[in-house]
């Protein structure tokens, strides 16, 4: 029997698998970047134990069965061949099993023993915090915006949104196309904000006419086909670079944000010269949404936005100003191989532009002690909650926290600058900090059911759990304020969905900025501010009116006579000054009686001028007509067709 070593096995398999390939670079990643982000795990951070439940994988995909197919046909292989030979025992890294070693010997502190206070690092702002603008200068929502699309930036991006057009039509695009000028571009913008904040159905409704739900301001500003051929091509980057792009994919050259870059990286690069963060920020993630096929779309269950483009965000904790940010593009490649959480927030913390002595806040996808040790190197204190699997974080120390512990009871470990906490809720909180001490006396107040009845009941807290939850909540707010008015809309290009977010920056920043300024604007005020000025209107106009045969008459003005109050302005019916102008009655010899008041007025008479006559003289038969010439205006036009004079007719 012919006997076959592995190196044949392997290509005799490979041969029967003629469709044994990996789709795509996105399918070879697509595992590592649920991991990151559906799990929310950091192979580079997170260990696999026993005691942390994992959640279910998805079902493979079918290159994978493959594959496995592949690899156990040769294992078997192997083994048939070398069942002699014993499979050699892997070894543990020597490191790991000293960081055991000591996290054995350590054990849970509690409340009542004194931690030592942490060397704090003095703070040192690079520039001063807050606005780099001048306070006494007036500063418009426009001037403000401005400083985020400058009008060089709006240069490019009309240079690159006409090349586009001008390729489009070369391909017989069969729209007319006229190059787009700044000032257009900037009355587009204006109109995305309008969008924003008047909500319609569909975009052709905003300039739907003849209806009682027309939005008239639109067709004002721009016509519905001339939004709709800028939107079309609207374009960040040169379709030339582009194209040089494209052949370079598959190969490490190729840049997925090519067609964001030139405006991403002057957003980005306004952000930080315009304001100068406070020294509390946080870092958490952000989701754009976006289904479109890209290897940049993420999935996460736990966001309110499940599918979209991932953002890493460095936001203020104060106000929700959007400091920094940068786009996952998908690739699992890590410039310090200590994994994705890592890079993320270092990427994010420029010593150089911020400063030192900052304190940053994060969720526990990125907290490790490899990190926070790091950053204290930096001079950057950091807090955030922790996993218990995490690499160097204390999980086998005596007196730990158990199910039976009582709500508040608290637990702490002291490692060189870091703290690891342990506090009790209604579930088990951990917290790892560089800044804060094990606890000070805090108290947190949390509602509890005894004897029936709910009371308000104090139980300790740990200091980094409750500066945690002060600051912690920087990225959150700034989501907040972007979806308020956010220009989000359907598109047909993915990189057109990070272009409307880009605008949702640079209004929420602008507003904020305004707010530290001058603070007497409200976020309403402040768009509709914005909106006018970006489109070149007063916001003061007024609405136009439409035609109508009917001229009211006017209105009365106040007074405290009740006789007066509906009839004050109106004119007298002549009838009825004559008739009832002086009338007897049995309350007295004589009693003087208004004549009554023309509301609904008409003019009768052909020769001897108009006469006054209300509708009521006009329309009873119990009151005598006094028409002129003897003959009702109905006889008289009847008459004057048919060529015969008026003829007197008394009643």
């Known amino acids: 029997m012919a006997r076959f070593s592995s190196e044949d096995a392997l290509q005799m398999i490979l041969d029967s698998e003629e469709e044994f390939t990996f789709s795509s670079e996105e399918d070879c990643n697509s595992d590592d970047e649920r991991v990151h982000f559906q799990e929310r795990i950091d192979p580079a ?12 994988s998805p079902a ?13 046909a040769i294992e078997n292989h192997t083994e048939c061949d070398n069942e002699h030979v014993q499979a050699p025992v892997p070894k543990r890294a020597k490191s790991n099993k000293q960081a055991s070693n000591r996290q054995s010997t350590l054990a849970w502190k509690t409340e009542t023993d004194v931690d030592m206070v942490p060397q704090t690092v003095r703070f040192r702002p690079a520039r001063e915090t807050g606005p780099q603008l001048s306070p006494v200068d007036s500063h418009s929502p426009m001037s403000l915006f401005k400083q985020f ?16 057009a001008a390729k489009a039509t070369a391909k017989g695009s069969k729209y007319k196309w006229t190059d787009v000028s700044i000032s257009e571009m900037y009355r587009y913008i204006g109109l995305l904000f309008y969008m924003a904040m008047v909500k319609v159905s569909s975009i052709s409704d ?8 027309s939005v008239p301001f639109p067709a004002t500003v721009m016509s519905r086909d001339r939004y709709r051929i800028i939107s079309w091509n609207v374009h960040m980057s040169h379709p030339d ?26 957003i980005r690069q306004a952000c930080k010269s315009i304001y100068h963060p406070k020294r509390n920020s946080a870092v958490d993630e952000r989701m754009v949404a976006c289904k479109a096929h890209t290897g940049m779309t993420q999935y996460m269950k736990a966001k309110p936005t499940r599918w979209g483009f991932k953002l890493f965000v460095l936001a203020d904790s104060s106000n929700g100003y959007t400091v920094d940010f940068s786009v996952y593009t998908g690739k699992n490649n890590f ?4 994994g994705l959480s890592y890079d993320a927030v270092t990427s994010l913390l420029d010593h150089t532009f911020l400063g030192s002595g900052y304190h940053v806040y994060m969720d526990n996808f990125y907290t490790s002690p490899k990190l926070l040790k790091d950053l204290f190197a930096m001079k950057f204190g950091a807090c955030g909650t922790y996993r218990d699997n995490r690499k160097d974080c204390p999980r086998n120390a005596a007196n730990s926290l158990s199910k039976k512990s009582a709500r ?10 870091l703290v690891f906490v342990k506090w009790m809720d209604t579930r088990e909180v951990s917290v790892c900090s560089t800044i804060h001490p094990a606890y000070t006396g805090n108290t947190a107040q949390r509602r509890v059911k005894t004897q029936d009845t709910w009371r308000t009941k104090t139980f300790p807290c740990p200091a980094p759990v409750t500066e945690y939850n002060k600051h912690m909540g920087g990225v959150d707010l700034s989501d907040q304020l972007i979806q308020y008015y956010t220009t989000q809309h359907k598109t047909m290009k993915w990189y057109r969905k990070i272009f409307l977010h880009f605008l949702d920056i640079a209004s929420t920043n602008s507003f904020i900025v305004h707010k530290e300024l001058h603070g007497n604007l409200s976020h309403k005020e402040f768009m509709e501010q914005l909106i006018t000025e970006l489109c070149g209107v007063s916001q003061k106009t007024a609405p136009k009116r439409t035609n109508s045969d009917h001229v009211p008459v006017p209105g009365a003005e106040l007074t405290s006579d009740d006789r007066d109050v509906a009839t004050v302005g109106r004119r007298s019916c002549v009838h009825c000054k004559a008739v009832r102008g002086h009338v007897k009655t049995s309350q ?14 008409r003019l009768v008479g052909l020769k001897n001028g108009h006469d006054i006559k209300c509708h009521t003289c006009l329309a009873s038969r119990r009151v005598g007509f006094a028409y002129k010439n003897g003959s009702s205006p109905t006889e008289l036009r009847r008459k004057k067709r048919a060529g015969l004079p008026g003829r007197s007719r008394g009643r």
């Open 45 to 56: 951070e997170d260990t696999c134990s026993e005691n942390v439940s994992s959640s279910p």
């Open 149 to 164: 699309f400058s009008e060089s930036a709006v240069s490019t991006l009309c240079h690159n949104t006409n090349a586009q």
């Open 335 to 338: 410039p310090t191989g200590h």
């Open 206 to 213: 905003y300039w739907r006419q003849s209806s009682v739900f």
């Open 588 to 601: 007295g010899p004589q009693k003087h009686l208004r004549p009554q008041r023309v509301k609904d007025v």
């Open 60 to 72: 493979p995909r079918r290159g994978a069965r493959r594959c496995r197919s592949v690899l156990s």
């Open 408 to 417: 508040g009871s608290i637990r702490w470990i002291r490692d060189g600058p």
């Open 241 to 266: 670079a582009d194209m040089d792009n494209d052949r370079k994919r598959g190969t490490p050259e190729h840049d997925r944000l090519c067609r964001v870059k030139p405006l991403m990286d002057t």
